[in-house]
């Protein structure tokens, strides 16, 4: 009787990918050794829990070969999400010096995928800081908030988009629709350029320590074309005559431009809160004169 042939030896089980993630401390222990008592002129309020942080990510889209720009990641929890993704690199802007020594270790962990920036982001040029196609990704300061997007937004053609956390109470003035109380300049110059998604709230109790308000994540897609044609900075003077006195008629907020409003098919008995995004670019184009 022959022996049946003798199985051959199993290969060894392979070790499972080494994660460079694996190496790093909990963000507690991080902020622990660093000092990062929460500043709040810098509107410090960390998320430490990674399945938060991971959702912000997957609220991106597909982050597959894209430039990952990050402002202001603190000790770095959104910071880890983003570099479990599929990015290419991922670049962050931030102006605590504490926290950029706090995130040293994860320049040295991820080489050139990994890129700590300096600076103050109300002066960094974003889009400078990796190739496209680029994706911002960022729990922001809440007292630059707005004036980030706005710049961001003069320049929205650079990314394919921006998922950012806001107050909610902003957030809700960015997908606000005409006749709301929230519709007003921030909705009118972002719905212009954006399509806006709001993708989910968070409470006040996921963040340390926890602000006084609500959060919402918003998504924001650059339109091909913005919905209709005008001038950024002539959006901005309307809109801010419009805003800036938003009871009144528009026949009173907009008296001290010149501007016919009829000829542009605006009523003006109208208030601003009721008047749609195109019809601002109407009144834009004819102060420009090419209405
Ligand atoms: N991304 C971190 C997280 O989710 O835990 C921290 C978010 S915390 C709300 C805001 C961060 O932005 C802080 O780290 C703060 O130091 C930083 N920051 C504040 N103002 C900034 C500015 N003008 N430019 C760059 N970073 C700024």
Redesign the pocket.
């Known amino acids: 009787m022959t022996e049946p042939p003798e199985a051959p030896p199993e290969d060894p089980p392979e070790d499972p990918p080494e994660d460079p993630a694996d190496a790093l401390p909990p963000?507690r222990e991080v902020i622990a050794a660093h000092g990062l008592g929460a500043?709040k002129a810098?509107?410090?309020?960390?998320?430490?829990d990674l399945n938060v942080?991971r959702r912000i990510v997957r609220a991106a889209g597909d982050m597959t070969g894209v430039t990952a720009l990050?402002?202001?990641?603190?000790?770095?929890?959104?910071?880890r999400a983003l570099l479990e993704s599929p990015a290419a690199r991922v670049v962050a802007?931030?102006?605590?010096a504490r926290?950029l020594e706090a995130l040293a270790p994860l320049e040295a962990l991820y080489g050139d995928r990994f890129h700590l920036v300096s600076?103050?982001?109300?002066e960094?040029d974003l889009a400078a800081l990796g190739p496209a196609p680029r994706r911002v990704v960022?729990?922001?300061?809440?007292?630059?908030g707005t004036p980030?997007l706005l710049r961001w937004l003069r320049d929205i053609q650079s990314f394919e988009s921006l998922t950012l956390?806001f107050q909610t109470e902003v957030a809700d003035r960015l997908v606000a629709a005409p006749g709301t109380k929230a519709y007003g300049r921030l909705a009118v110059i972002t719905q212009w350029l954006c399509q806006v998604r709001r993708d989910f709230n968070l409470d006040r109790r996921a963040?340390?320590p926890p602000p006084k308000v609500a959060s919402t994540v918003v998504t924001l897609h650059p339109r091909p074309e913005p919905l209709a044609p005008a001038r950024f900075e002539t959006l901005e003077r309307i809109t801010q005559a419009a805003f800036g006195q938003r009871r009144k008629m528009l026949r009173a907020s907009l008296k001290g431009l010149p501007l016919d409003l009829e000829a542009a098919g605006v009523d003006p008995q109208q208030r601003a809160e009721t008047l749609p995004v195109e019809a601002f670019c109407r009144l834009a184009r004819q102060l420009d004169g090419d209405g």
């Open positions: 963000l500043r810098l509107g410090q309020h960390f998320l430490l942080t990050e402002v202001g990641p603190g000790p770095g929890g959104l910071t802007v931030e102006k605590d926290c600076g103050d982001a109300l960094v960022a729990n922001l300061p809440y007292n630059v980030l956390m963040f340390t």
